[in-house]
């Protein structure tokens, strides 16, 4: 199995322009989640799916976040405006169906706003 | 609520020591327990992890973790580190009862010198 798939791996862009993120879980994986890891906050969990329905976005900061999970084996997290406080490492992760479970996660992508 | 606390922003310890990495937690019922690692621009990956049973867990690379209930901490440890231990280190919960995410610490550095 390839792991977690995430893409672009960096990502550069100017304050206000649209950044879409995109995530590919492992098959047969049910949960997904976004997390994001700055510096400063350390990681922070964004919002997770069960079953591409979104379960808690309480992580979510702003409104100019979004994310959806359209189907089983793909996943986008969207910032529109982006703005530079918005610059971090963007992980997506996936884990079975149980509390057991560890979750995996992809290599990550790099996000610098200016 | 849950949360898991990682007292120490980095550990230092020389090549061929034993090393631990200290990590304690707070949930209203009973916990899972999780250590990733995440090495230099890479993402987490996980080590092991406490479910049940035996309190001394097993995971890869020659770490392991105790469960202690009484004094609630799980803590990482090796008998002999590696140069290329180096990495950060984060312990992870989820409270069983409470059916939540799991809750990541800030982590911990380790740093081996040779």
């Known amino acids: 199995d390839a792991g977690v798939i995430q893409s672009p791996r960096h990502e550069v862009t100017e304050m206000g322009q649209e950044v879409t993120l995109r995530c590919k879980p492992i098959?047969?994986?049910?949960?997904l989640f976004w997390y994001r890891q700055t510096m400063m906050r350390g990681l922070e969990l964004l919002i997770y799916?069960?079953?591409?329905?979104?379960?808690?976005d309480s992580g979510m900061p702003e409104d100019r976040f979004s994310a959806k999970m359209p189907n089983a084996s793909f996943s986008t997290l969207k910032i529109q405006p982006s703005e530079p406080r918005d610059s971090a490492v963007y992980f997506c992760?996936?884990?079975?169906?149980?509390?057991?479970?560890?979750?995996?996660f992809g290599p990550g992508t790099r996000l610098t706003v200016t | 609520a849950q949360s898991v606390a990682q007292p120490e922003d980095q550990v230092n310890v020389a090549e061929g020591n034993p090393l631990t990495v200290k990590c304690t937690y707070s949930?209203?019922?009973?916990?899972?327990l999780f250590w990733y690692v995440q090495y230099p621009n890479r993402g987490l990956q996980f080590l092991l992890k406490?479910?049940?049973?035996?309190?001394l867990v097993k995971g890869s690379y020659g770490f392991e973790a105790e469960f202690n209930k009484s004094q609630t901490s799980f803590h990482l440890k090796k008998p002999t580190a590696l140069v290329s231990d180096y990495a950060l280190y984060f312990c992870?919960?989820?409270?069983?009862?409470?059916?939540?995410?799991?809750?990541f610490g800030k982590g911990t550095t380790l740093s081996v010198s040779s």
């Open positions: 992760a996936s884990s079975q169906t149980s509390e057991r479970a560890e979750q995996y």
């Open positions: 992870a919960v989820r409270d069983i009862q409470a059916g939540t995410a799991l809750i």
């Open positions: 098959s047969g994986h049910d949960y």
């Open positions: 406490y479910i049940t049973g035996d309190n």
């Open positions: 949930v209203s019922g009973n916990p899972y």
């Open positions: 799916f069960n079953n591409n329905v979104p379960i808690d």
